[in-house]
């Protein structure tokens, strides 16, 4: 066998899984395919390039999974948290950074780490089993060849998703005599203060043109073989959403709850936010406005928007097209692809779906493949931790539950039932104390602690 493990993919979870590996003492052979071969999305070489929105989501452990999930990354020696958090730009309660500072600090220290060799080529094929352990986590974005050669190993069809990008604004160009800023509840959070957010109101009238607008708008024409592939619930365009229904935006990314227009003194009709996407505060993106519409409609449409009617856009929405492994079939419970056990798959080409989730399971390959590669036995952690929730998703749970497998953000939902009956109120911190107890257990039995 091969003295070194190789990780296919520099995003988030091949990034993480690297790193895992080298703090366990194994050499690591990083093979990222760009600038050799670019993707549709990404516009730079940069290892853990942020392609979509700049946000981590929520860091609060106590109330939300995923910033449960932030919690216990750290508490495993993520890189990924460290540079998020060295690099957090304002938020409100939630955890955002600076793209281009967060991505240079990854490839940083992986370019210091002396046991792992970063190589740039596109990887066409699976590794075979002679050339030893493997972990792939080429994330949504796989290259056609290696996805073909992912469909001859295991004769199942990738499933597939499209993924849509939100629009970056100049700040500068934003009408703050129309805007305002406050975070939604007047909450502050880790990295900001009770006004992280910019926000953009419309009245009803407003509202009702800008849906009409949407609707009618010309979006980008799909080819014929994509037509059939479904939008990921979580990250539907805003066009999408304004077909199904008047009111469906306003109960989403334009909803009013918990924000007041100091020029009115009341909640408006609809609100749009604007979240700071880098240190200088220049740039900040539309929260939740993932677009499919052409760039010259998005541009006429999204100025409808009072205070953005003479925006200025850094960047406009997007759309690709994401793949997924059906991996309650295809993997086992250490991550190990069942037809090739000397193969491990990892981040978001597994199934789980956002940057924190996917890092995450690079970092369960990583730490499984270090212990395998060291002969030791594969302890996965606890279900009840937001880390063994997802895994368990991935790997049998949801497969069990309905016989079909679709992308997921970490949530409480994939956590076990908490004993007895606790108070609303109680049950996420609850959720939260359980977790942080197993997870220090696991982590003092595998002798996994935080490097």
Known sequence: MSKRIIVIGGGLAGSEAAWQLARAGIAVELREMRPVRQTEAHSTDGLAELVCSNSFRSDNAQANAVGLLHEEMRRCGSLILKAADAHKVPA????????????????????????????????ATLPAPEEGHAIIATGPLTSPALADSIKSLTGEDALAFFDAIAPIVHVESVD???????????????????????????????????????????KTEFKEWEKSTPYFEGCLPIEVMAERGLDTLRFGPMKPVGLTDPRSLRRPYAVVQLRQDNALGTLYNMVGFQTKLKHGEQIRILRMIPALARAEFARLGGIHRNTFINSPKLLDSALRLKAAPNLRFAGQITGVEGYVESAAIGLLAGRFAAAEFRDEAIEPP?????????????????????GTFQPMNVNFGLFPPLPGKQHKRERKPAFAERA??????????SGAEAA
Not at 186 to 212: M, Q, V
Not at 436 to 442: E, I
Request: hydrophobic share 45%; with cysteine.
């Open 92 to 123: 409100g309660d939630a955890l955002a950074v600076d793209r281009h500072g967060f991505s240079a600090a990854v490839e940083a220290a992986l370019k210091a780490e002396p046991l792992i060799t970063i190589v740039r080529t596109e990887q």
């Open 176 to 218: 703050m005599t129309l805007a305002w800023r406050q975070s939604r509840y007047d909450k502050a959070g880790p990295g900001g203060d009770k006004a992280a957010y910019i926000n953009c109101a419309l009245e009803k009238p407003e509202y009702l043109a800008f849906i009409e607008a949407l609707r009618a708008g010309e």
């Open 382 to 402: 606890p279900p009840t931790t937001a880390l063994g929730a997802l895994l368990t998703h991935i790997t049998g749970g949801h497969l069990e539950a309905k």
């Open 436 to 445: 942080l107890a197993d997870l220090d257990r696991w982590l003092g039995r």
